[in-house]
């Protein structure tokens, strides 16, 4: 008798035991299941995400020509004109102005003279790479174009990040300034492309003399004004 009971209760704890391990398995193999289907989703994602990065990146680099390093200017054009000398002068517009941003305007906004200091170091670079990329390499192939257009971007970005803390006012003027360059940058572009390179090196000046004349019309207005930053 007390055998058989206990045979029973061995056969009934062994069909337990085979149920909890048949759960067990059953849990696993679903929580694997989908497991795997989160996987093959977010694989899915992941690409689809990449597709999008790799077009729109694609898109940007042809915007700027950060693929291009061609000039299309022509090697025979006379570069002993009036307009061809003051397009030389101008590649250096941008290290005049970081002069006077290091020098006579150094203390004119105490409380962004640091990153004033960067920047007039930056518009003093930005005019090298324009020397090499705009004059000496102008009707040549060469990777200075490419450089001139990353640091030229850069410069921009950092720039005008400025208006992040300053007044109404001055994001006015540093508004003004970016849309007027970038108006200017597009004609030049423009007169290239329609092979009109007497146009092209009038707006590609002005495009160079731009951006430095709002950065001196913002300085010379908190120079004239005295304006406590403290307060915004």
Known sequence: MWLRNFLRKKDFLRKKDFLRKKDFLRKKDFLRKNLNQKKIKMSKLTFILKIYIIYYMEKIINFFYLNDNKSSFPKNFN???????LYILSAFFYSFWGVLILTKFKDTIPNLKNILFIQGIL????SIFSYFADVKSNGKKSNWHIYDRLIS????IFIFSNILWLPYIDISIYIITLIGGLILLKKSRQSRHNLKYNDYLIYHILWHLWFPLGILLWLLYNYFNNINYKNF
């Open 153 to 156: 971007i850069f410069n921009t």
């Open 123 to 126: 518009l003093i670079i930005q």
């Open 79 to 85: 570069k002993k004109n009036i307009i061809y000398k």
